[in-house]
C-alpha cells in the first residue's frame, strides 16, 4: 500500500492505539482518529485523509463524507486560537447575534475567516450543549458561557495579545 506523507507524532500513535483497542470496528474509530490528526496538524488535509484512510482500511470517500459533515473539522489552515459562536435558538435568543458582531467587529473579519495575523478564526457552531447557560462559545477547547459584552471583550483581547 502506498505511504502518505502524513504521520503522527510517536506519542499520538500510541494514543491512536488505545483509540483502536476502544473500539469493536476500525471504522468506529474514524471521528477519534479525525480528531488526534486534526489536533496535531491544525486541520484536516487531502493528506490527513489518505492517511486515516489507510490505517482504518476505508474509502478515502467516507473518511472525506465524515470530515464535511462535522463542523468541528477543520477543511482549511486556521488560527492560533479557534472561537466558535453557538448560534442556535436558545443562545440566539440570548443574545448570540450581538456576541458575533461583536466579535467580527473587533477581530476584523466575518464568521469563517481567520485574522491576517493568523492568530484568530472565527466560527458559527451549532448548539454546543450548554444552553443552560447562553449566549456562550468556544475558545478552542475551553467553554465561555453567560456572555456579556465586557466578557467577549476580555476574552479576546487575551487572544490577541
Ligand atoms: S443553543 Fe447554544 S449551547 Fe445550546
Known sequence: MAS???SLTQEREQKLTEILGHYPTKMAACIPMLHLCQDQNGWVS???IAFVAERLELP???VKGVV????????APVGKHQV?????????????GDVLAQCEKKLGIHAGETTADGKVTLRTAECLASCGTAPMMQVDKE???????EKVDQILTRLQA
Open 4 to 6: 502518505s506523507p502524513f
Open 46 to 48: 487531502e493528506e490527513i
Open 60 to 62: 478515502t470517500a467516507h
Open 68 to 75: 464535511t459533515f462535522y463542523t468541528l473539522f477543520n477543511q
Open 84 to 96: 466558535w459562536v453557538c448560534r442556535t435558538l436558545p443562545c440566539a435568543l440570548r443574545g448570540s
Open 143 to 149: 467553554y465561555h458561557e453567560d456572555l456579556t459584552a
